[in-house]
T-cell receptor
Framework: KNEVEQSPQNLTAQEGEFITINCSYS?????LHWLQQHPGGGIVSLFM???GKKKHGRLIATINIQEKHSSLHITASHPRDSAVYIC????????????FGQGTRLTINP | DTGVSQNPRHKITKRGQNVTFRCDPI?????LYWYRQTLGQGPEFLTY????????KSRLLSDRFSAERPKGSFSTLEIQRTEQGDSAMYLC????????????????FGPGTRLLVL
């Protein structure tokens, strides 16, 4: 079992829909990251979390440390949101490296 | 452009050949990371430098892999005697040592080098 599990692996929705991507992890962490990867490989950091909730534009990230679970929400989704969304954790044990989930491929149709 | 750059962006090689990739981190970022990403999977950690010191290596990094950061600036990742299983995207990231509020730092990723071993 991977240390970081994401669901769903693939998600297709219509423009305007509310999107939720989930991430569960099994190790103690010092931080959790949500990343966005577009075709071609470039990765952009969206959020870093250690507790609570963060919002940036139409993106909202939440984390529940006790349940070892985080969610990424996209409100009023748009075709340009289509990308792979990756959850990554910085474990307490390996403080400098990130451990990644397998990613969720999101496709928003117009 | 002041982001992380990687060269080449694409590399096709024959099995058994050696390849070398270069990563130029954001200026003054002390930490540099190499990750490998295979199709449909998330990235996997390979190794990490603080300045010129290689402080951590994954068990994924076999004897055929070597990484250097001789002057604490750019880094190279060499794969000797490439195998078809080495085909992947090789990602580099850098981060500063100064911790941001909250106690950790953001890693800034390069565009990656996509390797295909025939």
């Amino acid at each position: 079992k991977n240390e970081v599990e994401q669901s769903p692996q693939n998600l297709t929705a219509q423009e305007g829909e509310f999107i939720t991507i989930n991430c569960s992890y099994s190790v103690g962490i010092s931080a959790l990251h949500w990343l966005q990867q577009h075709p071609g490989g470039g990765i952009v950091s969206l959020f870093m979390l250690s507790s609570g909730k963060k919002k940036h534009g139409r993106l909202i990230a939440t984390i529940n440390i006790q349940e070892k679970h985080s969610s990424l929400h996209i409100t009023a989704s748009h075709p340009r949101d289509s990308a792979v969304y990756i959850c990554a954790v910085r474990s307490v044990q390996g403080a400098q490296k990130l451990v990644f989930g397998q990613g969720t491929r999101l496709t928003i149709n117009p | 452009d002041t982001g992380v750059s990687q060269n080449p962006r694409h590399k096709i090689t024959k099995r058994g050949q050696n390849v070398t990739f270069r990563c130029d981190p954001i200026s003054e970022h002390n930490r540099l990371y190499w990750y490998r990403q295979t199709l449909g999977q998330g990235p996997e950690f390979l190794t990490y430098f603080q300045n010129e010191a290689q402080l951590e290596k994954s068990r994924l990094l076999s004897d055929r892999f070597s990484a250097e950061r001789p002057k604490g600036s750019f880094s190279t990742l060499e794969i000797q005697r490439t195998e078809q299983g080495d085909s992947a995207m090789y990602l580099c990231a850098s981060s500063p040592t100064l911790r941001l509020a909250g106690g950790w730092e953001t890693q800034y990723f390069g565009p990656g080098t996509r390797l295909l071993v025939l």
